[in-house]
Nanobody, 128 residues
Framework: QVRLSESGGDSVQVGGSLKLACEISGLTWAKYTVAWFRQAPGKEREGVAGFYTGAASIYYANSVKGRFTISQDHKNTVYLQMDTVQPEDTAMYYC??????????????????????WGQGTQVTVSS
């Protein structure tokens, strides 16, 4: 049984930092993409950062490029380091897994439908 479990969400002030973790278990794919998505109230879910294990390639949404960093350790945990956070970063953050690298992401687009497994989410609130 595949399970993705997010943690690390919290309230943080503008300009501060936060590190989210996504612990993955039960995944048997040899090559896969793990991505962070977020969804704010009343808005569509949007992709934030992705990591493809097959080529160690990394993808970021323009809105977080230079501020967020995705990484993976050897224990099947994927992290999202969030620096210089802004009020617009307030959202529920989800991690998700897709087999191989979705064509849409390779072409620079984020499509949540390409991802098979999802975690339950962790809330990030940025206050001024």
């Amino acid at each position: 049984q595949v399970r993705l479990s997010e943690s690390g969400g919290d309230s943080v002030q503008v300009g501060g930092s936060l590190k989210l973790a996504c612990e993955i278990s039960g995944l048997t794919w040899a090559k896969y993409t793990v991505a962070w998505f977020r969804q704010a109230p009343g808005k569509e879910r949007e992709g934030v950062a992705g990591f493809y294990t097959g080529a160690a390639s990394i993808y970021y949404a323009n809105s977080v490029k230079g501020r967020f960093t995705i990484s993976q350790d050897h224990k099947n945990t994927v992290y999202l380091q969030m620096d210089t956070v802004q009020p617009e970063d307030t959202a529920m953050y989800y991690c998700a897994a897709a087999q191989y690298l979705p064509k849409s992401l390779y072409e620079g687009h984020w499509n949540s439908a390409d991802f098979t497994y999802w975690g339950q989410g962790t809330q990030v609130t940025v206050s001024s």
